[in-house]
């Protein structure tokens, strides 16, 4: 096996331990920490929220939330450019999954929400009024993280066992 077969198979394995990592968090946000936070009162729920959302900015989730994505782009490059080679239509459809699942949704659904969030008094009748619909809306797209993420660790395994068996 040469080198950039070894470090492409080591490129993979990072990647999918990446998407498994945050799909086990999207997971443990739909599984019960939205539920926990939909059984108290709003005021609460939404103080817990937004506190959520300023600590999930630090150094290490970050580092794993946007490193995933560097490696996911890395590896949809390679299988372009490498295609038809064993494993290239599954590291494609893994990586594409964890970019358009997760980093897009994100972006585009997730991030507006808590930055409307945050801008709320968590003891107004506003931020009680919106409390139930962002966090069913949250939700919902949390679950299409979750789901985006764990297979895409699905299909970057079959591509780590597809190019190590045609080694």
Known sequence: MSIADTLLLLLILVTALGCGLMGGLFFAFSNFVMQALERIPAQSAVTAMQSINQVVLNRLFLSLFLGTAVTCAILLTWA???????GSLCIGIGSGLYLLGNV???????????????????????????????????????????????????????????????Q
């Open 80 to 86: 372009w450019l490498r295609w038809p080679l064993p």
């Open 104 to 166: 897009l949704v994100t972006m585009l659904f997730n991030v507006p929400r808590n930055q409307s969030l945050a801008r709320l008094e968590p003891a107004s009748s506003e931020a009680a009024s919106a409390w139930p619909s962002y966090a069913r809306v949250w939700n919902r797209w949390n679950h299409v993280r979750t789901i985006t993420a764990l297979a895409a660790t699905a299909w970057l395994m079959v591509a780590l066992l597809r190019v190590v068996w045609t």
